[in-house]
C-alpha cells in the first residue's frame, strides 16, 4: 500500500511538472505580445513596461518558466493584468460558489442516480431498467447549459418558482443560496445521474453474478439482505471512486453553466479571464483547476487501493 | 453492461485471414476498412436504437450538405419588424431578436457542428494513433515520454483545456477544431497504445518480425487492422463529445463567429429571451441533443458489437491503460 501512494504520488508530481508547463506556454501561443493584446487600446509606455515586468516576461523564457513553478510552489500564481489582485487570492474567492454548486449537483445526482442504478440492476430486464437505460442514454446527451436554458425556461419564466440567475453566499442566506442553487445544478446533475446511474448497475450487475451472492441465496437469505448486506458494500466500492472523479470534473468543467446561471465561480472567472484576454487569471484558474483535479484523482485512487486492497497489490 | 452480440470480435484479424497465420507473411493485408466495418454494420442493422441512431445521421449529413439550400430564407436576412415571432407557416421554428428565421438558421448551423466534429476528431485520431503506435510498438523511453505528455493533458479539465487553447489562438471555427481535437488526443494515445500492447505479442506478429519485415510494414499491415475495432468505436463516441464541446465553446463565443449561425452561439444569443420566445432556446438546443443521441446510439451500439470491453472516458482516466 505505501509503495501504491509513494508510486501514485511521484507520477502526480510528474504529471503536474507537465501541466505547470503547458499552462506557462499558454502564454506564449498568444500571438503577438500579451500585454500589448491585454492592454488594448489603453496602451501607454510606462503601464505596458510595468505589466511586462511584473509579469517576468523580460526574462528569458527558462528563466521565465523557472520563476513561474517556483512562485506557484509558495502559492503565487501572479497578478491579474486588469484589477492589480494577486491569482491566487482571486481564485480562492471564487472556489466556495463552485465546490457548493458542484457539490449539490453531484448529490441530487446520487438522489436520482443510486435508486435508479441499483433497482435497474436488480430487476434487470424489467420495465424500470428500460426506463433507466433510456434516461441514461438521454442524459449523457444532453447539453447541460440545454437543460439550464429549459430549467430558466419552466421554472422562472412560466412557473415562477426560481430565480432565473444569480448567487447568494451559503454563508449568509441558506434559503436564498438554496433557490438559486437549484436550477444550475440540477442542470449539471442530470448529465451526472445519467453517468452514475450507468456505472451503479453495471457494477451492482457485476456483483450480482459473484459467487458468494449465489452461495448466500442458496443458504436461504431473503433477497433484500443479500442485496443490502453482500451486493452494494462491494459494488459501492468503484462507485465511491467514479462520484469522486464526478466532482473533480465537475470542479473544473461548469464553466458553461456558471455563464448561463451568472455563478460567480471558478468557471465564470475563467470565461471573465478570457473576455478581458487576463492571462495571469487565465493561467492561474486553469493551472488552479489542473492541480486540484490531479489532487483529488491521487485522493480517488488511494481511497479506492484503501477500500480494494487488491488495487495497491497490482 | 455490453452484451456480445456475435463472434469473438477481437480475434486477430491477422489469425483469421491474413498471411502470417499461413506462414506468408505480405499477404493479402486485412484493412480497417474491411472485415471490422462490415461485421460491424451488418450487427447495427439488428439493433434498433442504432438504426434510428444511423437514419438521423444520415439525415443530419444531408442537412449539412444541403443545408443552405433547404433553408427557407437566408441565415443572415435581418427583419425588424418581424423580430421575436412564435413558430408560424411562415417561420415553423420562429424568428429571433433580429427578425431571423430560425429554422434556415438551425439547418445551416448543422454543417458547423458536424465539420467540427469530424474535423477535430480526426485531428485526435490521426496524433492520438501515431503516438499510441510509437509508443506501444517502440516502449522503452519513447512509451514514457509520450504517454507521460498523454498524462499531462489527461490533467486538465476537457472544456477548461478547450477554452484555455481557444482564448490564446483566438476565437474561431479552426482554433476550435483544434482545441478539440487536442483535448481528445489522448483518449486515441491510450486506447491504441493498450492495443498495440497487446498485439505485439501474438505470433503472427513476432513471424513477421522474425522473417525480417520492416517496423512501418508490420504496423500498416498487421497491428493497425488488428487495432481497429476499439479505435471505431472511440472514433464514433469522440464525435458525440466533441459536438457537445463545440456547442458549448460557441455558447461562449469562442467557436464559429457571427453573423455565421451555430447551434451553441444561438443558445447564448437567445438566452435573455428565452422566457418570452422559448423557441430560441428549444430548437437549437433539440437539434444539439438530437444530433449527439444519434452519435452515441450508433456508438454504444459498435461498441458492444465490436469491443465490448471498451473503456469509457471515465474509466479510461483512471486507468492509466
Redesign the interface.
Known sequence: MARFVLRRLL?SV???L??T???FL??Q???GDPVRVALGTRFDQQTYDALRARAGLDQPLITQYLSYVGQALTGDLGVSFRSGQPVTTTVLQRLPATLSLAVTAVLLALLVAFPLGVLSAVRSGSALDHVARVFS??G????D??MG??G??LF??VLGWLP?SGYVALTEDPAGWASHVLLPAAAVGLVTAS?LT?FI??SV?EVLSEDYVRTAEAKGLRPRIVVLRHVLRNALIPVV??VA??LA?L???V??IE??FAWPGV?RL??D???ARD?PV?QGA?LF??AL??LM?LL??ILYARLDPRIGVR | ?SVRKNAPANAPASSREDAPASGREGGPASGPGDGTLRRALAALRYDP?AVVGAVVLALLLVVGVAGRWLAPDGVNDVDVEGMLRPPSADHPFGTDELGRDVLSRVLVAARVSLQVGLVSVGIALLVGVTVGLLAGWYRGWVDNVLM??M???F???????A???V????PGLLTAMVAIGVVYTPIFARVTRAGVLSVREQVFVRAAVSIGASDARIIRRHVLPNIAAPLIVQTSLSL?FAI?SE??LS????GIQPPDPAW?RM?YDG?GF???A?WL??FP?AA??LT??AF??VG?ALRDVLDPRQLTV?EA??SGA
Open positions: 507520477q510528474i504529471v503536474l507537465g501541466v508547463l503547458v499552462v499558454l502564454l501561443l498568444v500571438p442514454q438521454i449523457v446527451s444532453v447539453p447549459f440545454w436554458i429549459m430558466i425556461l422562472a419564466g432565473p453517468i450507468r448497475r453495471s450487475l471512486t467514479v472523479v464526478q470534473s470542479v473544473g468543467g464553466i458553461v455563464v448561463l468557471g475563467t470565461y479571464a478570457v473576455q492571462y487565465l486553469v483547476v489542473a483535479f490531479l484523482n480517488v485512487d | 453492461m436504437p507521460r505528455g498524462d499531462v493533458l490533467a486538465f479539465p476537457v472544456l477548461l483545456l477554452v484555455a487553447i482564448a490564446v489562438l483566438g458525440a457537445l456547442a458549448a455558447f461562449l463565443g469562442l451553441g443558445l438566452r428565452v422566457t418570452e422559448w432556446g428549444v438546443g444539439i441533443f449527439v443521441l452515441n446510439l454504444d471515465d482516466r483512471r
